[in-house]
């Protein structure tokens, strides 16, 4: 198979299972899978089973799957990087220079009794009107430095700096506040304003007041008051399989198809009628069969075989000649009429074996007859060796050499015995019109 061929399977297959399609190219197709898809292909059992016990609602995985591995990955690292956060992840760019993992908010003295500043970290730094003042914010992190004496001060990202037997905490999406004290010194200044929280800085004395940027609601919690930084979003996970030839994830896409379709009910999509009417279907039992001829060497034939419930024909190779040239649908169509069957369905599948035993009697089996002689033949040497070795063996040694013997001859006699295996592949009935099922 190439690689058109695997994408047809591939989208024919979630087609079936009703999957829903994320995304769509070339290279590969993400998609959010059905119940029934899912429970096939993520082997989530454990999962399935409590979801069924409890009742609770299902979620199924997203998944993509890659027909082309070089060109996905090459479209992959060709996508430029959007939006802000960390470097390194999908729609995030990279930190720009001195903004590495943390953010030092540094407020310098303001003359006493005059007015106060303000800076916001977004992602850069401003400076305040002394010059002193800076601000700035790092990859989803920010830390307070303050040289206070008596102050402590413990930053978000988690880096702490002790002077003295007090101390105040800044987590991400708070703000500390740093005044000018007396002698150049700095000290805490007023609690910045917030709802219901405090009031405004007392007047008369400079205040300069760094808010760093965070999540609404992760300033009170465990999380944000010990690591500093709380994600707000759960990025899903979605797994990425390379779909090629001989893969595994192909593999186990060709078994689910073989296990869950073994056997369908189809209906041709009906077309116009010469009078008008109702057109009448006819009801064709189709089997294919596999036909394996097999001794040292195998050769293996399908047969696609069908026989109208109502009228008893028997037609070869139903699906390349009948099938494939007709449009079917798994719904029953409006506005047709059945034809009654004839053949009960077990007389119909006696009929197809019977006409696939004919069809190998017809063969010509000089194949069976040389693999014959070559049985003979295997069979005389192992005799002839192990004829030998028993006569000369201790009797101590007879029992396993003659267990030996035994295990050979069954093996010779299953590879070079000549034999015909015939099998179902799979089966279904086609509802087809009746004058087309007849052309």
Same mark, same amino acid.
Request: net charge neutral; charged share 20%; hydrophobic share 35%.
């Given at each position: 198979?190439?690689? *058109?061929?695997?994408?047809?399977? +591939?989208?024919?297959?979630?087609?079936?299972?009703?999957? #829903?399609?994320?995304?769509?190219?070339?290279?590969?197709?993400?998609?959010?899978?059905?119940?029934?898809?899912?429970?096939?292909?993520?082997?989530?059992?454990?999962?399935?089973?409590?979801?069924?016990?409890?009742?609770?609602?299902?979620?199924?995985?997203?998944?993509?799957?890659?027909?082309?591995?070089?060109?996905?990955?090459?479209?992959?690292?060709?996508?430029?990087?959007?939006?802000? /956060?960390?470097?390194?992840?999908?729609?995030?760019?990279?930190?720009?220079?001195? !903004?590495?993992?943390?953010?030092?908010?540094?407020?310098?003295?303001?003359?006493?009794?005059?007015?106060?500043?303000?800076?916001?970290?977004?992602?850069?730094?401003?400076?305040?009107?002394?010059?002193?003042? !800076?601000?700035?914010?790092?990859?989803?992190?920010?830390?307070?430095?303050?040289?206070?004496?008596?102050?402590?001060?413990?930053?978000?990202?988690?880096?702490?700096?002790?002077?003295?037997?007090?101390?105040?905490?800044?987590?991400?999406?708070?703000?500390?506040?740093?005044? &000018?004290?007396?002698?150049?010194?700095?000290?805490? &200044?007023?609690?910045? &304003?917030?709802?219901?929280?405090?009031?405004?800085?007392?007047?008369?004395?400079?205040?300069?007041?760094?808010?760093?940027? /965070?999540?609404? /609601?992760?300033?009170?919690?465990?999380?944000?008051?010990?690591?500093?930084?709380?994600?707000?979003?759960?990025?899903?996970?979605?797994?990425?399989?390379?779909?090629?030839?001989?893969?595994?994830?192909?593999?186990?896409?060709?078994?689910?198809?073989?296990?869950?379709?073994?056997?369908?009910?189809?209906?041709?999509?009906?077309? *116009?009628? !010469?009078?008008?009417?109702?057109?009448?279907?006819?009801?064709?039992?189709?089997?294919?069969?596999?036909? *394996?001829?097999?001794? #040292?060497?195998?050769?293996?034939?399908?047969?696609?075989?069908?026989?109208?419930?109502?009228?008893?024909?028997?037609?070869?190779?139903?699906?390349?000649?009948?099938?494939?040239?007709?449009?079917?649908?798994?719904?029953?169509?409006?506005?047709?009429?059945?034809?009654?069957? +004839?053949?009960?369905?077990?007389?119909?599948?006696?009929?197809?074996?019977?006409?696939?035993?004919?069809?190998?009697?017809?063969? #010509?089996?000089?194949?069976?007859?040389?693999?014959?002689?070559?049985?003979?033949?295997?069979?005389?040497?192992?005799?002839?060796?192990?004829?030998?070795?028993?006569?000369?063996?201790?009797?101590?040694?007879?029992?396993?050499?003659?267990?030996?013997?035994?295990?050979?001859?069954? *093996?010779?006699?299953?590879?070079?015995?000549?034999?015909?295996?015939?099998?179902?592949?799979?089966?279904?009935?086609?509802?087809?019109?009746?004058?087309?099922?007849?052309?």
């Amino acid at each position: 198979m190439n690689a *058109e061929q695997i994408r047809s399977f +591939v989208h024919a297959y979630l087609e079936a299972y009703q999957c #829903d399609i994320v995304e769509k190219a070339p290279t590969h197709v993400t998609v959010k899978l059905s119940v029934e898809a899912d429970k096939e292909l993520t082997n989530r059992a454990y999962y399935w089973g409590f979801v069924e016990r409890t009742g609770a609602p299902a979620e199924t995985m997203t998944m993509t799957f890659v027909f082309d591995p070089p060109a996905y990955q090459a479209l992959k690292s060709a996508k430029p990087f959007s939006g802000g /956060g960390r470097p390194g992840q999908p729609g995030q760019p990279a930190a720009g220079p001195g !903004a590495q993992g943390s953010a030092a908010g540094l407020a310098s003295a303001a003359p006493a009794g005059g007015g106060s500043a303000s800076s916001a970290a977004a992602g850069g730094g401003a400076a305040g009107p002394t010059g002193g003042a !800076a601000a700035t914010t790092g990859a989803g992190s920010a830390s307070g430095i303050g040289s206070a004496s008596g102050a402590g001060v413990v930053g978000a990202g988690g880096i702490a700096a002790r002077s003295g037997t007090s101390g105040a905490a800044v987590s991400s999406g708070t703000a500390a506040g740093y005044r &000018s004290a007396p002698g150049g010194q700095m000290g805490p &200044s007023a609690p910045a &304003s917030r709802p219901g929280i405090g009031g405004p800085p007392a007047p008369g004395t400079g205040a300069v007041v760094s808010a760093v940027q /965070g999540a609404p /609601g992760t300033s009170d919690s465990i999380l944000g008051r010990y690591f500093g930084f709380v994600p707000t979003t759960v990025t899903a996970r979605v797994p990425t399989d390379d779909v090629t030839f001989g893969s595994r994830r192909l593999q186990q896409l060709f078994q689910s198809a073989k296990t869950r379709g073994r056997f369908v009910r189809m209906f041709e999509e009906p077309r *116009e009628t !010469a009078n008008g009417r109702a057109p009448a279907y006819e009801t064709w039992l189709h089997v294919n069969f596999k036909v *394996e001829l097999v001794c #040292d060497m195998k050769r293996s034939e399908v047969h696609s075989l069908a026989i109208g419930l109502a009228s008893g024909i028997i037609r070869e190779r139903f699906f390349e000649e009948e099938l494939l040239k007709r449009k079917l649908t798994a719904r029953l169509p409006d506005n047709i009429r059945l034809l009654p069957d +004839v053949l009960p369905y077990g007389e119909a599948a006696a009929r197809l074996e019977a006409h696939v035993e004919q069809t190998v009697r017809s063969y #010509d089996h000089r194949w069976a007859e040389l693999a014959g002689e070559h049985l003979r033949e295997e069979l005389e040497r192992i005799d002839a060796y192990y004829g030998t070795l028993l006569q000369n063996a201790d009797p101590e040694q007879k029992p396993d050499i003659e267990a030996q013997y035994d295990n050979r001859k069954r *093996e010779i006699d299953w590879q070079y015995r000549p034999r015909i295996e015939v099998s179902v592949i799979n089966c279904g009935f086609f509802h087809l019109q009746a004058e087309a099922a007849q052309t």
